[in-house]
T-cell receptor, first 117, second 110 residues
Framework: GAVVSQHPSWVICKSGTSVKIECRSL??????MFWYRQFPKQSLMLMAT?????????EQGVEKDKFLINHASLTLSTLTVTSAHPEDSSFYIC?????????????FGPGTRLTVL | AQRVTQPEKLLSVFKGAPVELKCNYS??????LFWYVQYSRQRLQLLLR??SRESIKGFTADLNKGETSFHLKKPFAQEEDSAMYYCALVGTSGTYKYIFGTGTRLKVLA
């Protein structure tokens, strides 16, 4: 149990286009989802926290108009990278935390590799 | 400041040797500490949490509040333990956010 999926697993896009990444909790209700960015051989950097039905809370330095997060249901959150540029190329990982589960445990998705040409 | 420090980027040990991956934290309160592992081309998965005081795959970790440490230990390393290990902290602010350390790559040599 406690599986989190991400789609797509990888995406290549042209500079200036927008890309949407989906994060789904498959067998539990995710009251909170987190979006991370991971650069090669570096740790995860938290971008934002989203709670179902409310606006996401962004970490300092993360542009909310650039990285749009929607958490419309208890099983789905989306991250849209708007007007992507090559510097947005990275590995994006989501995680989910559910009520009724081990209180503070997060379950991680497999990640989405974004390459902006 | 809230921080998790993993001083070693890379740790290489021979198979059968003891392993200790260091983790120190800075937090004004009583955080919850975790170890996550990321095997090659796989997602992050929970290895240990301090409140469970469990042993998973032979690994243990004890929270030392005096030294603000949560080192991960295994008496006899196996080749399949080679992976990236992250120490993480969750505070008591109610946001449930993780603060990750920079990670330590463990290489177990045959």
């Amino acid at each position: 149990g406690a599986v989190v999926s991400q789609h797509p697993s990888w995406v290549i896009c042209k500079s200036g286009t927008s890309v949407k990444i989906e994060c789904r909790s498959l067998d539990f209700q995710a009251t909170t989802m987190f979006w991370y960015r991971q650069f090669p051989k570096q740790s995860l950097m938290l971008m934002a926290t989203s709670n179902e039905g409310s606006k996401a809370t962004y970490e300092q330095g993360v542009e909310k108009d650039k990285f749009l997060i929607n958490h419309a249901s208890l099983t789905l959150s989306t991250l849209t990278v708007t007007s992507a540029h090559p510097e947005d190329s990275s590995f994006y990982i989501c995680s989910a935390r559910g009520s009724g589960r081990a209180y503070n445990e997060q379950f991680f998705g497999p990640g989405t590799r974004l390459t902006v040409l | 400041a809230q921080r998790v420090t993993q001083p070693e980027k890379l740790l290489s040990v021979f198979k059968g040797a003891p392993v200790e991956l260091k983790c120190n934290y800075s937090y004004s309160g009583s955080p919850e500490l975790f170890w996550y592992v990321q095997y090659s081309r796989q997602r992050l998965q929970l290895l240990l949490r301090h409140i469970s005081r469990e042993s998973i795959k032979g690994f243990t970790a004890d929270l030392n509040k005096g030294e603000t440490s949560f080192h991960l230990k295994k008496p006899f390393a196996q080749e399949e333990d080679s992976a990236m290990y992250y120490c993480a902290l969750v505070g008591t602010s109610g946001t449930y956010k993780y603060i990750f350390g920079t990670g330590t790559r463990l290489k177990v040599l045959a």
